[in-house]
DNA sequence: CGACTGACGCCGA
DNA sequence: CTCGGCGCCAGTC
């Protein structure tokens, strides 16, 4: 059963759009949970595929991709990051562009602020 | 109970 | 730019 903290990160990584990406820590914080963007990881990976969750638009904070170059894994990631137009060199994303910069506005609406 | 393990992050060398 | 080292914490063994 997930707990509290992981439904909190699965929701704030479904508010993520398409064609802008986040680091793990951004949404660990924006999640009211600060320094824990392992656990965002952990999210991640035990969040059911139902959800939908835009996984692929997260990131290390440098812009890495996280998985292992050569993976399906990180292939796959990369290949539906430059569907929605974003620019990856050597799994590598430009963060000064394309990093998600949410509204106050949105967090006080989708969020429990 | 302690040791180990991550889809991490930051700082210093 | 690369490396190490340390902090972080919920699970697993």
Do not use: C
Request: glycine residues 8%; positive net charge; aromatic residues 6%.
């Amino acid at each position: 059963m997930a707990t509290e903290s992981i439904q909190r990160i699965w929701k704030v990584a479904s508010l993520i759009p398409a064609g802008r990406v986040a680091s793990y820590g951004q949404v660990a914080d924006l999640a009211g949970l600060p320094g824990r963007a392992r656990l965002t990881s952990k999210a991640l990976g035990q969040a059911p595929r139902s959800l939908n969750l835009p996984w692929h638009r997260i990131l290390r904070s440098s812009g890495q991709i996280a998985f292992a170059k050569g993976s399906t894994h990180a292939d796959e990631q990369q290949t539906r990051l430059r569907e929605e137009g974003i620019t990856i060199n050597n799994l590598r994303v430009p963060m000064k562009e394309f990093q998600w910069q949410p509204e106050m506005a949105t967090l006080v609406v989708e969020l429990d602020f």
